[in-house]
């Protein structure tokens, strides 16, 4: 499983993968897929279409956005005016982005905060809705944005509250980093990777992407073995809030875990979402990647619809 708190570098990774498949338009068709199939997905309560389809275009995004923010733990300056119906934000500090600038052992996609400019706006033009982006200091994981119904922009400077004004004033700490509609876009982005380019382009992109973001993890494992492997596990079903789904067995040589069941898939299905076939290889092909270059075994041992599944790690040659 990949935790949705390690969304956001699969992400740029992934962005980067199809770059260099086929420059930046292979880059914005994938965004475009992803604005129809996700953000613009009516049948899933919590994507901005349905926001939209429920509260209407500007109420709708709005709803939307304060969903969405919060579990992504932003800190956040909102003017929401109900007179002039628009609604300025200042992410003072996006994590997301953040967490791509402070990793020291990958870069972020060049172009990474352009996705948000494109996603969205796609979706909220059919509901006549335009949002406008400040992506000027995303170095700095800051960025502005302008919301407001077509044809009625503020002709006033919108970043100073009027008398009508609710203000939002939001701390990164007031809220817990866990949007778990990030499992979404992650198998989303196994799904679009095995049509464009079949199982082994599934592969690819997971093996090169475990290689790369996991890199710490692995060097971790290099030296302490199978405990730092417990560990690393351990850790992510701790942040999903899932520690009571994942059991296991550290012997000499091998560590069994066992899995109850997968709390992404479970998260999926209340929202009326299924997995892709590809979901599997979150844990297939990953873990195999981190056993190949830790010179150990991996083995899945049963895997069933529900991410109920069995698998080991043992050192090669015991």
Known sequence: MISCTEFIPLYSEFFKFLEKKGGHDAVMEYWIYLSD?????????????SFCERLGGFEGARAYWNHTLS???????????????????????????GMLNSLKHIEPYYDYCEHCNVIYQRVLKNYGIVYE??????ENAECCSLLYEAGNKPDFDYTKP???AEITDMKSEDNKYLHRDFHLLGDLALT????????????????DYTKTYYKPVIENIRINGLIAIKK?????????????LLHTDLKENMLTVTIDKSPVIDYMYSL?????????????????????????CFNLDNYEDNGAAKFHFSVRGK
């Open 37 to 49: 199939r996700n953000i613009g997905d009516k049948t899933n309560p919590n994507s901005l279409a």
């Open 71 to 97: 579990e992504e733990a932003c800190d956040l300056y909102r003017i929401y005016d109900k007179k002039h119906r628009y609604i300025y934000d200042h992410i003072r500090h996006c994590p997301s982005r």
């Open 133 to 138: 982006r400040d992506d000027s200091k995303k």
């Open 162 to 164: 009027s008398e009508f």
């Open 192 to 207: 679009y990777c095995g049509e464009k380019f079949g199982d082994k382009g599934v592969k690819e992109f997971l093996t």
């Open 232 to 244: 690393w596990l351990e850790s992510i079903y701790e942040i999903e809030e899932a520690s009571e």
């Open 272 to 296: 009326g979402q299924k997995p892709s076939k590809y979901y599997i290889e979150e844990t297939k092909t990953l873990y195999s990647a981190i056993a190949d270059e830790c010179n150990l």
